[in-house]
């Protein structure tokens, strides 16, 4: 059981470029997100998926675009990198709906650098 | 719309002395807790979780939270802090109700000295 894995884990962008982050979830979970990490605003939400074929903003969407493949696959994707997405992207997914607490399973984490 | 506040970005212990860590949350409905920790260039592990079903939660590693409503907290503690438990911590909430994605703190590195 590998849980939540991303790939790849260290990237470097010029400016303008596009990329690609993957995500995969073997647990079954029904929703999963997309976060960014920056020194001293803890993790914020970028964007979510709720269930398969659907996908929904969170606090930070812009130069951003998700697609949920399947279940289990989760993919964001940047169109033209710009310096402000230096960021730690962190992929997540958990079990959701009948009055379950959300805890959410983390992947290891996607490290970007826009130069 | 729910948000977390922790107080003290670094907190720094020696080892063997209490560890407190503040979280205090904003929300108009019943809400979800978590403390989750980071270790240096690794994903988040959850530490525990409030699920209303006691308001004290005890969570791995030796750590525990009280949930008190009176004063919207949810502080983790553990009695006695080790050298390992140096890592970054962060406070979250969740609801019930619209995306149920987690809103989190800013964090808090604990550093224990020896």
């Known amino acids: 059981n590998a849980g939540v894995t991303q790939t790849p884990k260290f990237q470097v962008l010029k400016t303008g470029q596009s990329m690609t982050l993957q995500c995969a979830q073997d647990m079954n979970h029904n929703s999963m997100y997309w976060y960014r990490q920056d020194p001293g605003m803890g993790l914020r939400l970028i964007y979510y998926?709720?269930?398969?074929?659907?996908?929904d903003k969170g606090e930070v969407p812009n130069g951003y675009n998700v697609s949920r493949l399947n279940k289990r696959e989760f993919s964001l994707r940047l169109e033209s990198a710009a310096p402000s997405q230096t960021s730690v992207y962190f992929c997540?997914?958990?079990?959701?709906?009948?009055?379950?607490?959300?805890?959410?399973?983390f992947g290891p984490g996607t490290r970007l650098t826009v130069t | 719309a729910q948000s977390v506040t922790q107080l003290g970005s670094h907190v720094s212990v020696s080892e063997g002395a209490l560890v407190l860590l503040r979280c205090n949350y904003s929300?108009?409905?019943?809400?979800?807790l978590f403390w989750y920790v980071q270790y240096p260039n690794q994903g988040l592990q959850l530490l525990l979780k409030y699920t209303s079903a006691a308001t004290l939660v005890k969570g791995i590693n030796g750590f525990e939270a009280e949930f008190k409503k009176s004063e919207t907290s949810f502080h983790l503690t553990k009695p006695s802090a080790h050298m390992s438990d140096a890592a970054e911590y962060f406070c979250?909430?969740?609801?019930?109700?619209?995306?149920?994605?987690?809103?989190f703190g800013s964090g808090t590195r604990l550093q224990v000295q020896p």
């Open positions: 929300s108009s409905v019943p809400p979800y």
């Open positions: 979250a909430v969740s609801v019930d109700t619209g995306r149920r994605a987690l809103t």
């Open positions: 997540a997914s958990s079990e959701a709906g009948g009055g379950r607490p959300y805890e959410q399973y």
């Open positions: 998926s709720a269930s398969e074929g659907t996908t």
